[in-house]
């Protein structure tokens, strides 16, 4: 029993990998074609897009991984019916808990992945990939300045550079600073330079002027310069006081306030991802269970079983819309939604564990309406 386990469960890893790595390749290439413009237009190098590339693997993982487990059950446990394996075990006294034990083997060993991605490998990668996109926009600054083109370097700061000689210096220069709402400026100037100091990088124009539309009187105030300095910076924000978004932060930042004020303000925003990273395995598991499920039990049928495989996809589907829905619903409404979320996944389990215990259906062997006869599974 043991031999045929292993041999189930074998195959059932193989096809997991088959289907995570063609899932995980398909979505990495379509996310990757959005960074593809920081080579191609922004002259960052190779290296940089393959890191950022390389940092949201964690990310697709966790959606690809159960999904890719579900479809290793299907696949498989259809495969051992079709060439009429289970007919075979059944006689030789295999239970309905000793078939389903590749599978539910398999389930356990994506929950404990899940738990790791989750836990760790998503908040540590998808911190990094922020930090790697905040030093891009301050420390690649005089890399994003390109001539001929409006580059957006900063929120709120759009900086156009007619030309760049081979020294560095920037002719030609357009300045539009609206960090501050109330008051957008723009200023321009014949020449200048980007340098970097202790603050970040920043402009210094030289023969330029500046100008400010007053937004209560409507009029236009100029004032020409010899020489104009434009920080870069947004604001006093530095890598080390940044407020670190939901999925940047590990389970016990999420669960306890740093002291940043963000953290009051979005309180409820970061339970309801902690409790989401700790539901989203469950949901795994209960995926696994319920393809099992679907393929032990009911007729044999010589026409196959796509009936049962629809079926079972579409209260996957239907899984995982939940899932998502009560995500969001625990922003607004945390104490219905969380137990929900829970429960969303562990009533699944025990359904499909009951399904799958009562064994398949047994009829006399009978004529079908099709003309075809249901065969006996005992």
Known sequence: MRAITRYKLGQLVMATVFVTLGLTFAIWLTQSLRLIDLIVNRGLPAATFLSFIALLLPQFLGIVLPIAAFSAVLFVYNKLIADSELVVLRAAGLSQLQLARPALVLGAAVVVV???????????????????????RHDYSAVLLREGVFNDVSDGVTVYVRERTNGGELKGILVHDTRDEDNPVTMMAERGALVTGENGPRVVMASGNRQAVDQESGKLSMLYFDRYTVDLAQFKETLATRWREPKERFLHELLIAQGHPSDI????????EAHRRLATPIYAFAFVVIGVAAMLTGEFRRRGNLKR???AVLVVAVLQ????????????????????LYGGAIAPIGLAFYVLLRGPRRKANRETAGGEPAESMA
């Open 321 to 340: 819309v939940i899932n998502f829905a009560l995500h969001d619903l625990a922003i607004r409404v945390p104490w219905a939604a969380i137990p929900a």
């Open 265 to 272: 303000r979005y309180r409820d925003e970061l339970r309801a």
């Open 309 to 311: 495989i629809i079926a």
């Open 114 to 136: 899940m738990y790791a991605i989750m836990l760790y490998f998503l908040p540590a990668s998808f911190r990094e990939f922020k930090d790697l996109q905040f030093q891009i």
